[in-house]
């Protein structure tokens, strides 16, 4: 069963957050644009002072580095995901969670943190 909040506070190992999928496109040298996915051994976890990103291999970031988080709904061809930029890396995840009570408990969390949401974001995490 999908989790509809994180523990607060969280466990010092981290919060895992159940994902399926991760994005991240980037700027190679600063102009050349990159990309990259998984599907299969993606992670999120979510620590006191940062959170932790597993694509190709496991990025840490603090929350500050977050400069937007951003919701795009359910659509026919995909699932509900979550756009976290970070700052200064011109860098940008797209994370798929595993289902919709997980993505608004994402964007709950953030709320919380006190990280800039777009209004979509912002309506989703109050949502329900």
Request: proline share 10%.
């Amino acid at each position: 069963m999908a989790p509809t909040s994180f523990p607060n506070p969280l466990p010092t190992g981290g919060f895992p957050v159940p994902i399926d999928r991760i994005d991240s496109a980037f700027r190679l040298l600063g102009f050349l644009p990159g990309y990259s996915h998984n599907d299969l051994t993606c992670r999120l976890v979510l620590h006191e002072t940062h959170w932790e990103i597993k694509i190709l291999t496991t990025q840490q970031h603090s929350y500050p580095a977050i400069k937007q988080v951003d919701f795009k709904p359910e659509s026919f061809w995909s699932g509900a995901r979550v756009l976290l930029s970070v700052q200064p890396d011109h860098l940008e995840y797209t994370i798929k969670p595993s289902s919709g009570a997980v993505a608004r408990a994402l964007l709950r969390f953030c709320l919380e943190r006190g990280l800039p949401l777009t209004p979509a974001a912002r309506q989703q995490a109050l949502a329900g």
